[in-house]
């Protein structure tokens, strides 16, 4: 399967994908790679019709009806394959991000239109990291984002409290790393909760290595060249200079994209990783889910606390 990695710009990109059609013919070898496979049966044969923009697919045991984008994040979209294509390239390629603004310019759409591809890409990326769990010797600080207005040990309602832990794994491989908002229930002035701490333990790290956690709960304890939050202060600057700031509504989206980045390694690349994703999933609507028009508390002032 040809990873893309080769190409160099936008316009490489839309001669390799020409048409609707090419597009969907990639889509399909890459969700059934070993052929068609019902998803409510899993029988392997099916009957093809061709449409204008998607093939449809009919399972010959069940007769189930599919298409190549059903259970991903284009699911239901009316955008053109081709800018779904161009959008998944561009985010693969965009270690210090890309905003809604920038990719409405790209590929021809609507701010509202980029601001949706964009959170549907990114809530894939979440629901992954969610159910990935740190495993071996872990280690993690709690750290706050938000710029409060004056210096105080008490939470400010502008600021969030994240933990950031990686994993030390055996000699060769790379460390795994995790940054989770935690629920304000579980933080009082500048420290973590018990609680909060065992909330972290059990959500996002493997039950045989719970016992070997060591977790700084309080955020004066935390060694300022420690490199842990040398990463929060990377994706604080991340965050602020190219989203000019981000309100806890959708922070954990945003830092999750941050973290795919840092996770990556030369063994995937990271269109195949992407790809791999957002053709898993078709994130659910979520409430309130529209692009922000207004002004945000977290904006372009933001700090890393």
């Not at 290595?209 to 990377?234: C, E, G, H, K, M």
Request: charged share 20%; hydrophobic share 35%; with cysteine.
């Amino acid at each position: 399967m040809d990873s893309l990695e080769n190409i160099a710009t936008l316009e490489e990109l839309y001669r390799r994908f020409p048409t609707e059609s090419a597009c969907a013919d990639y889509l399909v070898q890459w969700k059934w790679p070993h052929g068609f496979s019902c998803p409510r049966c899993k029988h392997h044969s099916a009957y093809m019709t061709k449409t204008r923009r998607l093939p449809i697919y009919e399972c010959r045991a069940c007769r189930h009806q599919t298409t190549p984008t059903v259970g991903t994040v284009m699911e239901g979209s009316r955008t053109p394959l081709r800018k779904w294509m161009a959008a998944f390239w561009l985010f693969s390629r965009a270690q210090k991000g890309i905003n809604a603004v920038r990719l409405r310019s790209l590929i021809q759409v609507t701010y509202k239109t980029a601001w949706s591809m964009l959170h549907k890409i990114r809530a894939a990326i979440s629901h992954a990291h969610a159910k990935k769990q740190l495993s071996g010797d872990v280690q993690g600080i709690v750290v706050f984002y938000g710029r409060a207005y004056r210096p105080s040990v008490e939470l400010h309602p502008g600021e969030c409290a994240l933990i950031v832990a990686e994993s030390i794994e055996p000699e060769g491989e790379l460390p795994q790393l995790k940054m989770t908002l935690v629920d304000r229930k579980h933080v009082i002035e500048k420290r973590l909760y018990r609680s909060g701490s065992e909330q972290f333990i059990n959500d996002h790290v493997e039950p045989s290595s719970a016992s070997r956690v060591s977790l700084i709960d309080q955020f004066f304890r935390v060694r300022r060249n420690s490199p842990l939050y040398q990463t929060f202060r990377q994706a604080c600057r991340w965050l602020n200079d190219t989203f000019h700031g981000i309100g806890p509504k959708y922070l954990q989206r945003y830092v999750d994209e941050f973290i795919f980045h840092k996770n990556l390694d030369n063994t995937v690349s990271p269109w195949t990783r992407l790809l791999s994703l957002c053709a898993s999933i078709a994130p659910r609507s979520f409430p309130g889910n529209s692009p922000r028009t207004g002004p945000n508390a977290f904006q372009s002032k933001s700090l890393a606390a």
